[in-house]
């Protein structure tokens, strides 16, 4: 196997691991930050990178929890280093201002997704809720055993939701639904990332039509025409289908959406003349 290529405490390394403390409480507790962002055009500077907000997300999480603040100019050299090789940067901040930043493909089934959607599972078990939802924090086991089970069920994503059923996010990005003529989305108060492709595409949106943020319900699910998620490396990929596995003998329930390529077609439009092209590369996209 090949040693992988990785940024890490200042300088670029070549290995397969990373050597820890065995007190590090990044090791013991998952206590890093971290971001995710595809590079467009392999710049930092391209406006669709959003570097900036990224670090500014990173640095919004850090003073929350006290952490000492990373080496700013260093970590953005060694993005821009493994920007030049990668299209899929994830950048993680150690208590302790440490940096660690991996560099990935994009998924190679990417266009696919986006033009023919996925099939999505519902996880809805308590082991699927994530804490500390409105921060990306290293602990992030309940979205990582949401998706394993969802692909256990041949499905692409998995959709987490609270203690009462409401729909929330994905295991790896934001939830948009098609009703009633216009977009809906789960509010941030009902415990979820504020994605910064979420961000974007709200604030694209409102300037042409009302946005609802409420919470999704059982009952606002039932009404939707189509469904979709949003992250910044998959940018807008299509649900046609919501696999709902019920917890005894009984077969299966789907929620199907036979137009949702049309609804989607319409959001991608209203980032026309925003979104780059980009190279499309091999690899697999697990957080967002």
Request: charged share 20%.
């Amino acid at each position: 196997m090949n040693d992988r290529i990785f940024w890490y405490d200042g300088r670029l390394c070549s290995a397969n691991t990373l050597e820890l403390d065995i007190t590090d409480p990044g090791l013991l507790y998952g206590a890093t930050v971290f971001t995710t962002l595809r590079v467009y055009d392999r710049t930092l500077k391209h406006s669709l990178t959003q570097w900036q907000k990224h670090c500014d997300r990173l640095l919004a999480s850090i003073e929350v929890f006290g952490w000492s603040e990373p080496d700013w100019e260093r970590t953005s050299h060694g993005a821009k280093v493994l920007s030049d090789r990668y299209p899929v940067l994830r950048v993680a901040i150690f208590p302790d201002g440490r940096e660690w930043i991996t560099g990935r493909s994009l998924p190679p089934d990417l266009t696919r997704r986006q033009q023919q959607g996925i099939v999505a599972w519902l996880a809805c078990e308590p082991q699927f809720r994530r804490s500390l939802p409105v921060w990306k924090t290293g602990n992030y086991l309940p979205a990582w055993l949401a998706l394993q089970g969802a692909r256990k069920h041949n499905a692409k994503e998995a959709i987490l939701t609270d203690d009462a059923g409401n729909w929330l996010e994905t295991s790896t990005g934001n939830l948009w639904g098609w009703r009633e003529g216009c977009w809906w989305t789960p509010p941030l108060e009902a415990g979820i990332l504020p994605g910064l492709m979420r961000t974007r595409l709200l604030d694209t949106l409102q300037q042409q039509q009302t946005v609802m943020e409420v919470p999704w319900t059982p009952e606002v699910v039932k009404g939707f025409d189509a469904i979709a998620y949003t992250n910044s490396v998959v940018e807008i990929v299509p649900i046609h289908t919501v696999l709902i596995c019920s917890h005894n003998s009984c077969p299966p329930s789907y929620f199907c959406y036979p137009n949702v390529l049309m609804y989607v077609d319409r959001l991608r439009k209203c980032l026309a003349g925003t979104v780059g092209e980009t190279e499309k590369t091999q690899g697999e996209q697990t957080d967002y």
